[in-house]
């Protein structure tokens, strides 16, 4: 069946010649480079910037994010010559190729380990506008790498599962660290690098003061949120104290 999808997939590239030049180019750089640079925008959202909320959590996970696609696409190099597949032109004949011939293994796809690892870990910073656009962008990347006749679909359905398992592995162990390391950069000079916004920040101003008048006295009580005293509106202070004489004489 893997064989057969991979078939259909070529026979569709063959009949988009005009789709070549742009899947080429994107099966082999763009991709990758797109989803580098979502990373690096959740990274500017998760300290504050763009619109996003920021918090020391949110860098953490993002800085994992870029960690963790590393360390997936480390693993992936030896996990692929223990498995040991062969690309797919190396035993098909007669099918279209749109990238240069590799000599390695197949099977999980690095590509695709790269975008499952950073879809996973910017799902996981909760930041949902960037995590979608890395969905789409990699999971248009693995289309591709079957596209240009580099990979069977099986290969990039278990490179993207391979980089997600890691990156959401290494989340409890990892993050946490990450996010100490964080709280302290942001309370040094070098905050700035994380974002201010992990620094802590002034209360903001309570409740609209709202007047209440103290019966005949004409003296104002003004409520807010520190406990103002009450103010009596300049000459009838003098009134107001020759009645309290009268009332205690």
Not at 78 to 93: E, N, Q, T
Not at 102 to 121: E, K, Q, R, W
Not at 190 to 210: E, F, N, S
Not at 229 to 240: L, Y
């Amino acid at each position: 069946m893997d064989t057969q999808w991979y078939l259909d997939v070529n026979h569709f590239a063959r009949q988009t010649a005009w789709a070549h030049g742009f899947m080429h180019f994107y099966a082999l750089y763009g991709g990758v480079l797109l989803l580098a640079i979502l990373v690096v925008v959740g990274f500017w959202r998760a300290r504050g910037g763009l619109g996003g909320g920021g918090s020391a959590q949110h860098v953490a996970v993002v800085l994992w994010t870029a960690g963790g696609t590393l360390v997936a696409l480390g693993l992936n190099q030896p996990l692929s010559h223990i498995v040991g597949r062969s690309r797919p032109y190396a035993v098909l004949h007669g099918v279209e190729v749109l990238v240069p011939r590799a000599n390695d293994f197949t099977l999980p796809s690095d590509h695709a380990t790269v975008a499952g690892a950073i879809i996973a870990g910017l799902w996981l910073s909760r930041d949902r506008l960037v995590a979608g656009l890395a969905t789409l962008l990699g999971l248009f990347l693995a289309f591709a790498r079957v596209y240009v006749g580099a990979h069977y679909p099986g290969d990039v359905l278990a490179g993207l599962g391979f980089g997600a398992v890691v990156v959401i592995a290494g989340y409890p162990l990892v993050v946490p660290l990450l996010r100490r390391g964080v709280e302290i950069v942001g309370r040094s000079p070098l905050g700035v690098v994380v974002g201010t916004v992990h620094r802590d920040r002034p209360a903001g101003p309570g409740p609209a003061a709202r007047p209440t008048a103290l019966g005949a006295t004409g003296s104002v009580r003004i409520l807010g949120g520190d406990g103002a005293q009450p103010r009596v509106p300049a000459g009838r202070s003098s009134e107001v104290d020759s009645g309290r004489d009268m009332g205690g004489s």
